[in-house]
């Protein structure tokens, strides 16, 4: 049993084909007490078969890996997950980050920057678990998430209704939209169930912006909401029942 007050280290996976960039990882590693190293993995495709198989707070993934490179293997990845990548190249920066990575290590790297990207990830994990106990209390009423080393918190009350984009999510608001790498799945069960319904599989709405239903004479439905362009969106057929249960129709 863990001592009162002391939390268990964060699981660590590593996915890296070169054995001295593997030991200095476990080094590095092995001199964070907050750390623990629970896997590895030197090719992609094994790698990818072990998260997927297995719960890690934090990857540290090379992407250029055999087999599945290491975006390949976080573009496959059901579920998000802390990524730190490791290469000799920086010319995967952008892409790396736009997947939702915490940071990006440059080979070589030293211990300090290595610091870094870990103090980064735990801040990250931290605000996580700060929001779930937050939902779990119904005191939350923004919606937070982390996109290209920014973080941001947006207020339900602003947001219009969310779209899923291949595996980003574009959450609407009435003054700019914002694109993350979270899934909308994932989203959703976060959100305040009394505010928020999907409505179709690439929809989520906010329920108090729902201005009417219409019903196309092709059968299908569509809702309308109340802002400047009164934006039409599709409702799914296995949706509609419930949306018009909870509008009261």
């Given at each position: 049993?863990?001592?009162?007050?002391?939390?268990?280290?964060?699981?660590?996976?590593?996915?890296?084909?070169?054995?001295?960039?593997?030991?200095?990882?476990?080094?590095?590693?092995?001199?964070?007490?907050?750390?623990?190293?629970?896997?590895?993995?030197?090719?992609?495709?094994?790698?990818?078969?072990?998260?997927?198989?297995?719960?890690?707070?934090?990857?540290?993934?090379?992407?250029?890996?055999?087999?599945?490179?290491?975006?390949?293997?976080?573009?496959s990845l059901n579920r998000p997950t802390y990524v730190i990548f490791t290469t000799a190249d920086s010319k995967f920066a952008v892409q790396a980050f736009d997947l939702g990575?915490?940071?990006?290590?440059?080979?070589?790297?030293?211990?300090?920057?290595?610091?870094?990207?870990?103090?980064?990830?735990?801040?990250?994990?931290?605000?996580?678990?700060?929001?779930?106990?937050?939902?779990?209390?119904?005191?939350?009423?923004?919606?937070?998430?982390?996109?290209?080393?920014?973080?941001?918190?947006?207020?339900?009350?602003?947001?219009?209704?969310?779209?899923?984009?291949?595996?980003?999510?574009?959450?609407?608001?009435?003054?700019?939209?914002?694109e993350t790498s979270k899934l909308l799945k994932d989203i959703l069960e976060t959100l305040p169930v009394q505010k928020f319904l999907r409505i179709h599989k690439q929809h989520?709405?906010?329920?108090?912006?729902?201005?009417?239903?219409?019903?196309?004479?092709?059968?299908?439905?569509?809702?309308?909401?109340?802002?400047?362009?009164?934006?039409?969106?599709?409702?799914?057929?296995?949706?509609?029942?419930?949306?018009?249960?909870?509008?009261?129709?």
């Open positions: 049993m863990d001592p009162v007050g002391k939390k268990p280290p964060l699981s660590v996976f590593i996915a890296e084909d070169e054995y001295p960039a593997r030991e200095l990882l476990v080094r590095y590693i092995m001199a964070r007490p907050e750390l623990r190293l629970a896997g590895m993995a030197e090719d992609g495709d094994q790698a990818f078969q072990i998260i997927q198989e297995s719960n890690f707070d934090i990857l540290f993934m090379d992407i250029d890996l055999p087999g599945r490179s290491g975006i390949q293997v976080l573009e990575a915490v940071d990006y290590l440059l080979k070589p790297f030293t211990s300090e920057r290595f610091d870094l990207a870990v103090d980064r990830a735990l801040k990250f994990k931290h605000s996580e678990n700060t929001e779930k106990t937050n939902v779990s209390e119904n005191t939350e009423q923004f919606l937070s998430f982390s996109e290209n080393s920014v973080r941001y918190r947006i207020e339900y009350k602003d947001i219009l209704y969310f779209t899923s984009n291949n595996k980003r999510t574009i959450i609407h608001t009435f003054r700019k939209d914002y989520v709405v906010n329920l108090q912006f729902v201005s009417h239903i219409h019903y196309t004479a092709g059968g299908a439905y569509l809702v309308y909401l109340k802002d400047e362009e009164e934006t039409p969106l599709p409702v799914g057929r296995t949706f509609a029942s419930e949306l018009r249960k909870r509008l009261g129709l």
